[in-house]
């Protein structure tokens, strides 16, 4: 199975609901793929790519910083940096929107 890992810094909002999605610079995952859920080494779950969008930086807006888990897009592209160094407006990012999948035993979000 594919995995789609995190930083440990993500663990939280991503179990909460909160980043629903990740910027990435390449990506061999497709919508409808399944993947491994791991943050900081942990595993977090199974989920499923819902979708795949191509932006450059300077098109990214604040609905899909929201949807990565930050407040805005300064915070995302801040993030970006922290990640991948150096990025210009015109790179070509691939928005990677995940549903994860719940366990019967945990309490809804």
Do not use: C, W
């Amino acid at each position: 199975m594919k995995k789609l890992s995190f930083s440990k810094e993500y663990k939280g909002k991503i179990k909460k609901g909160l980043k629903t999605q990740t910027v990435r610079l390449s990506t061999k995952l497709r919508e409808g793929d399944e993947v491994e859920v791991v943050a900081g080494g942990e595993g977090l779950g199974k989920a499923r790519i819902t979708k795949i969008e191509l932006k450059t930086v300077d098109q990214l807006t604040d609905e899909d910083a929201r949807r990565d888990g930050f407040k805005n897009v300064g915070e995302l592209r801040d993030a970006l940096r922290r990640h991948y160094g150096k990025i210009g407006g015109n790179r070509r990012v691939y928005l990677i929107s995940f549903e994860l999948e719940r366990k019967s035993d945990e309490a809804p979000y």
